[in-house]
């Protein structure tokens, strides 16, 4: 396939990953009357009986036994596992507790984390540019706590928690599709527990429950794997640099759906702190610009 061609594939799905975990949280809203914790046991279980398939249909079922025999990647893939459940079940109750914004914060948040943890568990170094972009993003988030007494406890869980997931997952070297049934298998046992055992609301006994509602709760394994998938197609059709640019997409759409759909308050704290990281994400990419341009002259 020509270069340009799978440039122009790589866009659009990267332009699609993003644009479905943007706007994920309608999806999330919808089931406002189930509990987080069930949510997130519906989004384990149907997402590995999917992902199931699509390694059955792609024949993928010996990588993923080799890593299951394996120590080393089981171990990082047992704490990537635990990462991700922690990272969606506070992405789960901040949608549906209102704190939609929050999350927003802590996607855009994510980036400017990444490279601090490069730097400090890879050897990456920082430039001079980057450094500034931190700092101010430090400073945003430092101003919000001293001036206004606020701590954004759910936008640096998010952000922390995806970043190390991130950063872990790089070690484990393995593809998005197997890495992420076998992290789903590890949490199905948990999930399967408090969902079959442990649960006792109005909602958790799925015989009870309208079809529609039921139909939501087993589309939790589409929206989980589909904009991964999306998202790993573009990632091999396109430069990490290039990719880059497309992560905002989704903190944007959550932005907007938070205030103008929701309705969420955009308060004098969250406004100081946005404006704070929204300047050191735009010094951050034109120093990934400029540096991307040195390197093709």
């Known amino acids: 396939m020509p270069e340009q061609q799978q440039s122009k594939q790589g866009i659009l799905l990267a332009i699609s990953a993003y644009t479905m975990w943007g706007i994920a949280p309608i999806y999330f809203k ?7 914790l069930e949510i997130l046991s519906h989004r384990i279980i149907w997402s590995v009986l999917l992902l ?100 954004p406890v759910v936008a640096l869980a998010l952000a922390t928690s995806f970043g190390l997931y991130g950063l ?46 039921n139909l939501l709760l087993v589309c939790a394994g589409i929206v989980t794997t589909l904009p991964l998938l999306c998202f790993t197609g573009a990632a091999t059709r396109l430069k990490l640099s290039t990719l880059g640019f497309f992560q905002y ?3 944007s759409l959550m932005f907007i759906l938070a205030v103008m759909v929701y309705g969420e308050p955009l ?20 120093d990934g610009l400029r540096t991307r341009r040195k390197h093709t002259i």
């Open 249 to 251: 997409i989704g903190p």
């Open 267 to 286: 308060t004098t704290d969250k406004t100081m702190t946005f404006a704070f990281i929204w300047t050191a994400l735009v010094i951050f990419s034109l």
């Open 168 to 213: 872990l997952r790089k070690k484990v070297s393995l593809d998005a599709q197997s890495g992420l049934f076998i992290e789903t298998l590890l949490m199905v046992p948990v999930a399967a527990l408090y969902l079959f055992f442990i649960a006792d609301t109005p909602t958790s006994h799925m015989g009870d429950n309208p079809m529609h509602l």
């Open 30 to 36: 919808a089931l406002s009357a189930v509990t987080p």
């Open 52 to 151: 199931a398939v699509l390694i059955q249909l792609s024949k993928g079922w010996r990588k993923v036994s080799k890593v299951l025999v394996s120590k080393t990647k089981m171990t990082y893939l047992i704490c990537t596992a635990l990462l991700v459940g922690v990272n969606w079940l506070i992405f789960i109750w901040a949608v549906n507790a209102d704190h939609m914004l929050d999350a927003s914060l802590g996607y855009y948040i994510n980036p400017l984390l990444n490279v601090i943890l490069g730097m400090l568990f890879l050897g990456e170094r920082l430039r001079k540019l980057q450094w500034f972009a931190v700092a101010l993003a430090a400073t945003g988030v430092i101003i919000q706590v001293v001036a206004f007494g606020s701590i």
